[in-house]
Nanobody
Framework: QVQLVESGGGLVQAGASLRLSCAVSRSIFSMDTMGWYRQAPGKQRELVAEVTSSGVSTNYADSVKGRFSISRDNAKNTLYLQMNSLKPEDTAVYYC?????????WGQGTQVTVSS
């Protein structure tokens, strides 16, 4: 079993930045794809960004390209999401997720609210 704990969410104004962190309970060196999803009220959960095990290949939702950046620190067993130029439409609960040995694990989520 893998536990994920997100942090770094909050209430900010449009244009501000936040950095989300996801602490993983075991070494992420051998993890497969790691990523961030978000879910806004009344909407389906959607992919925000993901990064492969090597950290070289990344994938972003079109809505966040150029504003968000995903990274992983294998030494700290932590996944990050740097969010810049935040918009009100970025308001959602953000979830960290990892895939290991064909099983997907989720964190409990952290709320990000962007006011206009």
């Amino acid at each position: 079993q893998v536990q994920l704990v997100e942090s770094g969410g909050g209430l900010v104004q449009a244009g501000a930045s936040l950095r989300l962190s996801c602490a993983v309970s075991r070494s992420i060196f051998s993890m497969d794809t790691m990523g961030w999803y978000r879910q806004a009220p009344g909407k389906q959960r959607e992919l925000v960004a993901e990064v492969t095990s090597s950290g070289v290949s990344t994938n972003y939702a079109d809505s966040v390209k150029g504003r968000f950046s995903i990274s992983r620190d294998n030494a700290k067993n932590t996944l990050y999401l740097q969010m810049n130029s935040l918009k009100p439409e970025d308001t959602a609960v953000y979830y960290c997720t990892v895939i290991q040995l064909f099983a997907r694990y989720w964190g409990q989520g952290t709320q990000v609210t962007v006011s206009s």
